[in-house]
């Protein structure tokens, strides 16, 4: 099964993926998971991507798509995968097709997380992410047990850099210029399958779960 998620920065598109790969035993491929260890690391890739992400702008199409075709043609990625956070762009959803294409494959859902713009600046402020792990957690809705570490690792958690209020607004805004149009290309594929991502995170799975055919 091959999905890509859509939605906006905060829609819990991360934590949704996290549990459709569990339960599917597919992997969950997140580029920004990938920029930011490239930026832990410090290569070469992490420097460029640091100076964009920070200013909340996406890094631009040719850093982004090879790096996502190496990694589809990867062993693990036979039986599937999922999406997270790409495509962001009409010419990434587009690569990806052609790629996919090729191998005689297709994209079999696009689900977008719905969230409205009001909800996500509160989502973004209690966001922690684990320094160690990627996990991501909320101060409110999913607080990590062990406070300001990590359940998983036991490493510090913090706030991202770009999920302070002033790059939120500028993320929003790139994604409704740049992403959001991708729900009209995967409408017009007929994959396209939305969900109200205002519930609750466990019952925006039991909706996800539903469409997949559980
Ligand atoms: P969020 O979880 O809030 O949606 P991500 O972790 O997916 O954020 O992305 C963080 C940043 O990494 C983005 O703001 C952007 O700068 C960069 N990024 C991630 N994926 C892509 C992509 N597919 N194309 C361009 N930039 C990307
Ligand atoms: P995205 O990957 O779309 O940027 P995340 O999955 O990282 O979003 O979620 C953003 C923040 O909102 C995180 O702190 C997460 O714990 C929290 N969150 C995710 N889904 C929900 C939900 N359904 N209700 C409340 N908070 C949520
Ligand atoms: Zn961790």
């Known amino acids: 099964m091959k999905i890509v998620m859509l939605g906006a920065p ?14 599917y035993q597919i992997p969950h491929i997140s580029t920004g998971d990938i920029f930011r260890a490239n930026i832990k690391n410090g290569t070469e890739l992490g420097k460029k991507a640091k100076s964009y992400m920070d200013q909340g702008l996406l890094v631009p199409d040719e850093l982004t798509v090879d790096l996502v075709i190496d990694r589809l043609a990867q062993d693990d990625c036979k039986n599937g995968y999922i999406l997270d956070g790409f495509p962001r762009t009409i010419p990434q959803a587009e690569a990806l097709d052609a790629a996919l294409e090729k191998l005689g494959e297709k994209m079999d859902y696009a689900i977008d997380v719905d969230v409205p713009d009001e909800n996500i600046v509160s989502r973004m402020s209690g966001r922690r ?14 607080p990590s047990k062990k406070g300001e570490y990590c359940e998983v690792c036991g490493e510090k958690l913090i706030l991202r850099d770009d999920d302070k ?17 991708l729900i009209d290309y995967y409408t017009k594929q007929s994959i396209l399958r939305t969900v109200d991502g205002t519930q609750d995170m466990n019952d925006v799975f039991a909706e996800i779960a539903k469409i997949l055919g559980a």
Request: charged share 15%; glycine share 12%; aromatic share 6%.
């Open 10 to 23: 905060g829609a819990g598109k991360g934590t949704q993926a996290k549990m459709i790969a569990a339960k």
């Open 129 to 142: 992410a684990c320094t160690g792990c990627g996990a991501t957690y909320h101060i409110v809705y999913n």
């Open 165 to 181: 209020p002033e790059t939120v607004q500028k993320r929003l805004n790139v994604y409704h210029d740049q992403t959001q149009p």
